[in-house]
Structure formats: structure tokens, C-alpha cells
């Protein structure tokens, strides 16, 4: 069974709106208070966001690969050089940008929003696009690959607002496809985990936002299911310790304690374990 595509086109104005507004709001002091991204405050979280949206807009729109000067390095499958490459990126940029005030930031943040919401509706969603490579080392659809964009804007805009003691953005219609986008890590999580065929798993993922998902052992793989059948393993953990366990904000420890599991233990820590962000 394939999934249904995750719609996310519609969120990506509100989501940049309700950011900008945010951002508006801050005083002097907010902008320098230290976030749950290590070595990062709220100014440097915001102009992370803005390098998301040139990075996406430059090799998306523009076709743009990078100078010459810059070399990508020659095999990216490798987790860990993947993971090294991604985050000297991010540390460059932010590093280089550092000199903008938080006036011009927010002035850029609504001009480059401006123009993904543009061309957002252009891309065809169902062409085979770049890795998700927390589901999968294969080229994903584009939808997902901009599900996991708009992941990324959300969480990010929730550890700022974690940082100035901000309500969350965190009703259904914005944190549930955000969930439903990291439920599709389960089957790559669980692709060196050798069961019987047809061992079926559940994670269930608890509050307004949430919702189930089930894969099922097939041969060699990990598929997700719809079968009305006996579920051998299920998983159970609230909203919140989901987003922020699967893009480790929190401590193994603490998703351990806050989640349940009924059947087998290493498939249910296996869960506990997976990761929906590059790092």
C-alpha cells in the first residue's frame, strides 16, 4: 500500500505569515535568546529559515547547482558525510549573515515567501524528485520532499517560540501534517529489523493532531498498510514528544518515558529512535 500524498502548498503563506508576525513582536533581547539548535539563538534560527528558502528557490526554481568554487561532495549517500556536508553548510551561511539586523531579516523573510508562494503551485508534485534520505536513500516524490520543506519551516518557527515563550503554532491543520510527513519514516527506520512476513506494526501518535499509521513486513521490506488485521507491535506517544523526539529536541531517555509499547521492545525502540531531520 502507498500512502496518500501529503498536501502542504496551502500552508506555506500562513505558516511564513504567522512567522513574520512573530518576528514583528520581538524586542531587543528575544532575538539573542539561545534555542533548543545548539550554538544558535533566535536571529540565527531566523536566518537559517531565510538560507531554506534561497537554498530551495535558487536549486528549485533557478536550476542553480552551486559554484565551482564550492564543491559538492562526490557521493552524498553516506549518512554521516550527508550529515557533515549539510551542517557545514548551514553554519557558513548563518555565520555570513550574521551582520543582518532583525528589520532587514523580516523584510527578506516576507520578499523570499513571497516568491515561494509563487512558484510553489509551478512544481509538479508528482514528478520523482531529490531523497528524503530519513525515508529513504531513492529519489522521493516532490510532494514529499516539499512536505519535509514545510516540516522544517514549522519546526523551526516552534523552537523560536519555545525560545520567547511564544504559544505554539500548534493546531491540527499545521502540526498533523507535520506528523503525518514524519510517519513516513517508518518503514526506512525498520528496514534492518528481520520479522516474520506479515508482522505488523502501529504507531500511534496521540492528541488533536495526530493520527495511526501501520507498516507490514513483506519479504525483505517495510510497506505501509491498511489491513483490518492483528497488530503485533503498537507504539504509542502524544504529539508533542513526537515532533520533538523525531528531530531529536529531546533525550532518548525522556521519549522513552513518555511513550508506551505493547509487543515487541526492540521494534518499539527502534521508533524511539527515528530521526526525521539531517543531523
Known amino acids: 500500500m502507498t500512502l496518500p500524498p501529503i498536501s502542504t502548498l496551502h500552508l506555506f ?4 505569515e504567522a512567522l513574520t508576525d512573530l518576528l514583528a513582536d520581538l524586542v531587543d533581547d528575544d532575538w539573542y535568546q539561545p534555542t533548543v539548535c545548539e550554538g544558535w539563538n533566535v536571529h540565527d534560527v531566523a536566518l537559517h529559515l531565510l538560507g531554506g528558502d534561497i ?9 542553480f547547482r552551486g559554484s565551482p568554487a564550492v564543491p559538492v561532495p562526490p557521493d552524498l549517500s553516506d549518512w554521516n558525510t550527508l550529515v557533515r556536508w549539510i551542517d557545514t553548510r548551514n553554519a557558513v551561511w548563518v555565520d555570513a549573515t550574521r551582520r543582518t539586523s532583525p528589520v532587514l531579516l523580516c523584510e ?26 530519513w525515508a529513504g536513500p531513492d529519489p522521493a ?33 499545521w502540526l498533523h501534517p507535520v506528523l503525518d510527513t514524519f510517519a513516513r519514516a517508518l518503514p526506512y527506520t525498520l528496514r534492518d529489523r528481520r520479522r516474520p512476513t506479515g508482522t505488523t506494526v502501529e504507531l500511534r501518535i496521540t492528541g488533536p493532531a495526530g493520527g495511526s499509521w501501520r507498516v507490514r513486513k513483506d ?23 513526537a515532533w520533538r523526539g523525531f528531530t531529536r529536541g529531546l ?20 521508533v524511539i529512535h527515528m530521526v526525521t531531520i539531517i543531523a
Open 13 to 16: 503563506g500562513p505558516e511564513r
Open 55 to 63: 537554498g530551495l528557490l535558487s536549486g528549485g526554481r533557478d536550476r
Open 108 to 133: 527578506l523573510l516576507v520578499f523570499t515567501g513571497q516568491h515561494m508562494a509563487a512558484w510553489l503551485p509551478e512544481v509538479d508534485m508528482d514528478a520523482p524528485g531529490i531523497p528524503v534520505s
Open 141 to 173: 516524490p516532490t510532494w514529499l520532499h516539499i512536505a519535509r520543506e514545510y516540516t522544517e519551516r514549522w519546526i523551526h518557527q516552534q523552537h523560536i517560540r519555545d525560545a520567547v515563550g511564544r504559544p505554539g503554532f500548534t493546531e491540527p491543520q
Open 219 to 241: 519479504d525483505d521490506t517495510w510497506a505501509f498498510t491498511d489491513a483490518d488485521s492483528s497488530v503485533d507491535t503498537v507504539i504509542t506517544i502524544d504529539e508533542d514528544t
Open 251 to 270: 533525550d532518548i531517555d525522556t521519549i522513552r518515558a513518555r511513550t508506551r509499547v505493547e509487543g515487541d521492545r526492540e521494534i518499539g525502540d527502534a
